[in-house]
């Protein structure tokens, strides 16, 4: 497809269960990029690869997310031990440009992953 | 560190009504400034952006103008649809590795018909 592709549209998982969230971003993009949004609030920075390199992580809330994306294309978000604050939309961006290439392009966002935790 | 504020919504204006939709900024350096837009049921779309001081982003019959001198860039548009009725984000990219995006909270805007 042309655009970026997030699965599942929507998981519901019960608190402590791991759940596993996956983007496909637009085929050769160099960045890849992973927001959460709170119901009502605007998405928040989680983390940042160029190519498989993930270079910023600074936006994780706690040692139970990882992201990985180990080709440099599909990338997975895994929440470990989930609790009822993860509730969220999980939204996964792609640009063309990486680091020190063409600064400022505008990211492609998907769908997102709307994660509920009973 | 960076960030973005915006007017709390619901913005309710009658279709033809001019719209603004208030943006500042707080930011070391010489951020980036985008709208994205998200209607109900579909992901964020880029709007318009702004890359430097003065620069006007237009879109849709939708404008921002960046001013460093207010650290503002604020939504205009002359004549709203009821098909405009979404919710607005106002975002920047700063002088950081990775451009990554910082949000403001959002605006939902409604039109009547």
């Known amino acids: 497809g042309a655009g970026v592709s997030q699965s599942p549209r929507y998981k519901v998982a019960k608190r402590g269960q791991d759940v596993a969230l996956r983007c496909d971003p637009i085929s050769g993009h160099v960045s890849l990029f992973w927001y959460q949004q709170a119901l009502g609030q605007g998405p928040e920075f989680l983390t940042y690869f160029q190519n498989e390199a993930q270079l910023d992580k600074s936006g994780l809330p706690s040692d139970r997310f990882f992201a990985e994306r180990p080709e440099g294309s599909v990338s997975t978000l895994k929440i470990q031990r989930t609790q009822q604050e993860d509730s969220a939309v999980y939204l996964c961006a792609s640009s063309l440009g990486g680091l020190r290439q063409i600064t400022h392009q505008p990211q492609h966002f998907g769908d997102g992953t709307r994660l509920s935790i009973l | 560190g960076d960030s973005v504020t915006q007017m709390e919504g619901p913005v309710t204006l009658s279709e033809e009504a001019f719209l603004t939709i208030n943006c500042t900024y707080t930011a070391t350096g010489y951020p980036s400034l985008f709208w994205y837009v998200q209607y109900p049921g579909e992901g964020l779309q880029l709007l318009l952006k702004a890359t430097k001081a003065d620069d006007k982003g237009s879109n849709k019959g939708f404008e921002a103008t960046y001013r460093k001198e207010t650290t503002s860039f604020h939504l205009e548009k002359g004549s709203v649809q009821v098909s405009d009725s979404a919710v607005y984000f106002c975002?920047?990219?700063?002088?950081?590795?990775?451009?990554?995006?910082?949000f403001g909270g959002g605006t939902r805007l409604m039109v009547k018909p």
């Open positions: 975002a920047l990219t700063g002088n950081n590795a990775g451009n990554m995006l910082t």
